[in-house]
């Protein structure tokens, strides 16, 4: 987001005790920028994508572009929490800006369409290590009052993009091509780095010894087993997906339960609860994200300004819940937020279901998904606020990397289990309607299970006799 726009909400409070104050402005002004960055070039892709396809050709790989960028965050944000809590987060801070503009400048050389692949993989390496840092700097760097506001923040930093990014990409396609799309980025990633490393090589290593270390086999294993599920997901062969579903949880499963705390596939109650609850809100919003704008433009018959201005204000949204919970916090526990949070976005994937009928007016769906934003607005910061309550001291890169992972793949397997009833829809010669609703259940059961995890979730202050090892020892 324009870093003008966003400072006037930084202070938190006095100038000199808030996140302006000098001692914090550029490890904050820096975050947020790495956050724009970010999310400027995944709203840029989702543009200009079918002009790149066109150019590369390769269009079996159009689904892999976004996918190798997920993997690899995977990959990126285990090592980033693994070597923060070993040397601090300055180092693979550093790293991961490195890693997105080298993905960049692949991306935007890209000769063929493997290779874009390939350059979304590092991109998605770098933006993993750059999420789980962002956490551990908060955690280490802002006083608990502070952290909700800078995580409402982060939040905002993705308004602009989403108003302006897609309009901006396109233009800058139409005049310069699509190349320019990622290498215009380049240049402000070290800009990035030049205001947050000052701020972040201080926070140094941890005052505690890390008990645990994520292997690094681990995370790959994670990504080879997610990219086989997604794969499986994705086949039209029943045999080829059987096959490929059974090697992804043969491979995955076994990685995952290492990576994550002890007792997080089963939702036992604590840090294991917050961490699965995080993946699941991401599983019911982003499974059904996936396929508002589908449902606009080619089941309801509305043109794509129209769902465009459903994501758009549905974008809005999540950044007034954001804001709004930054307010609510200082009365609400935090699993009463994400419980009204889910229900928000299980009550949204509810109308977008619903305006599937024919006599159903477009304002409803507009507002529907404007109600799921606000949902995830509402939900999303409190499961990172009650991460960073845990105790976790010397572990908050290891808790950082579970939490994304947990963001990850709960995106990846939300769109993939919901792309899957496209698939089969297509198969069976469903309605595109029909298969648009499957879509939408199977993202509503997510949110279900999630408003069920939430009797699991610690009060805001729970935990504090918990040892460290006991939360994040690998099984």
């Known amino acids: 987001m324009g870093l003008v726009a966003v400072q006037r909400d930084l202070s938190g409070g006095r100038l000199s005790?808030?996140?302006?104050?000098?001692?914090?402005?550029?490890?904050?002004?820096?975050?947020v920028l790495s956050t724009t960055l970010i999310a400027a070039e995944a709203l840029a892709v989702i543009?200009?994508?079918?002009?790149?396809?066109?150019?590369?050709?390769?269009?079996?790989?159009?689904?892999?572009?976004?996918?190798?960028?997920?993997?690899?965050?995977?990959?990126?944000?285990?090592?980033?929490?693994?070597?923060?809590?070993?040397?601090?987060?300055?180092?693979?801070?550093?790293?991961?800006?490195?890693?997105?503009?080298?993905?960049?400048?692949?991306?935007g050389l890209a000769p063929s369409m493997g290779v874009l692949v390939l350059g979304r993989a590092i991109q998605g390496l770098g933006a993993g290590t750059i999420g789980a840092v962002t956490y551990v700097a908060i955690g280490r760097g802002l006083p608990a009052r502070l952290r909700a506001r800078m995580l409402a923040v982060l939040s905002t930093a993705w308004v602009l993009?989403?108003?302006?990014?897609?309009?901006?990409?396109?233009?800058?396609?139409?005049?310069?091509?699509?190349?320019?799309?990622?290498l215009g980025l380049i240049p402000l990633i070290g800009v990035a780095g030049a205001l947050a490393l000052p701020a972040l090589i201080p926070l140094g290593q941890p005052s505690a010894r890390a008990a645990v270390e994520h292997r690094l086999r681990d995370a790959v294993g994670a990504a080879a087993g997610s990219g086989l599920l997604l794969g499986g997901l994705a086949s039209r062969n029943a045999l080829t997906a059987a096959a490929l579903l059974l090697a992804g949880?043969?491979?995955?499963?076994?990685?995952?339960?290492?990576?994550?705390?002890?007792?997080?596939?089963?939702?036992?109650?604590?840090?294991?609860?917050i961490i699965l609850s995080r993946g699941l809100l991401?599983?019911?919003?982003?499974?059904?994200?996936?396929?508002?704008?589908?449902?606009?433009?080619?089941?309801?018959?509305?043109?794509?300004?129209?769902?465009?201005?459903?994501?758009?204000?549905?974008?809005?949204?999540?950044t007034v819940g954001a804001w709004l919970q930054v307010r609510l916090s200082k009365r609400w526990e935090g699993r009463d937020l994400i419980r009204v949070g889910l229900l928000l976005v299980l009550a949204g994937i509810a109308g977008m279901a619903v305006s599937l009928r024919p006599a159903v007016p477009v304002g409803e769906a507009i507002a529907a998904w404007t109600l799921a934003g606000m949902g995830m607005g509402l939900a999303y910061a409190p499961t990172s606020l009650m991460m960073l309550r845990q105790p976790i001291a010397g572990l908050e890169g290891s808790a950082s990397a579970s939490l994304n992972l947990s963001d990850v793949l709960g995106t990846a397997l939300g769109t993939g289990l919901a792309g899957a009833a496209i698939v089969v829809g297509s198969n069976h010669g469903w309605a595109m309607s029909t298969s648009v609703a499957v879509a939408f259940a199977v993202a509503g059961i997510g949110a279900i299970v999630g408003l069920a995890l939430t009797q699991r979730l610690p009060p805001d202050r729970a935990g504090a006799t918990r040892e460290p090892q006991s939360e994040l020892a690998s099984a």
Do not use: C
């Open 17 to 31: 005790d808030g996140l302006r104050a000098p001692a914090r402005r550029g490890l904050t002004t820096g975050l």
């Open 47 to 107: 543009t200009i994508m079918p002009r790149v396809a066109r150019d590369l050709g390769g269009l079996r790989l159009y689904g892999w572009v976004f996918s190798s960028f997920m993997l690899g965050s995977v990959v990126g944000s285990v090592a980033a929490g693994r070597h923060a809590d070993r040397a601090g987060p300055a180092r693979p801070f550093a790293v991961g800006l490195l890693l997105f503009g080298s993905g960049l400048a692949v991306g």
């Open 161 to 182: 993009p989403g108003l302006f990014g897609p309009v901006l990409s396109a233009e800058v396609t139409d005049l310069l091509g699509w190349r320019w799309v990622f």
């Open 249 to 273: 949880l043969t491979v995955g499963v076994p990685a995952l339960r290492r990576l994550l705390p002890v007792g997080t596939l089963s939702g036992q109650s604590g840090l294991p609860a």
């Open 282 to 318: 991401t599983f019911a919003f982003f499974g059904a994200d996936a396929f508002v704008t589908l449902t606009i433009t080619t089941v309801l018959h509305h043109s794509l300004a129209v769902a465009t201005l459903t994501i758009t204000a549905s974008t809005l949204a999540w």
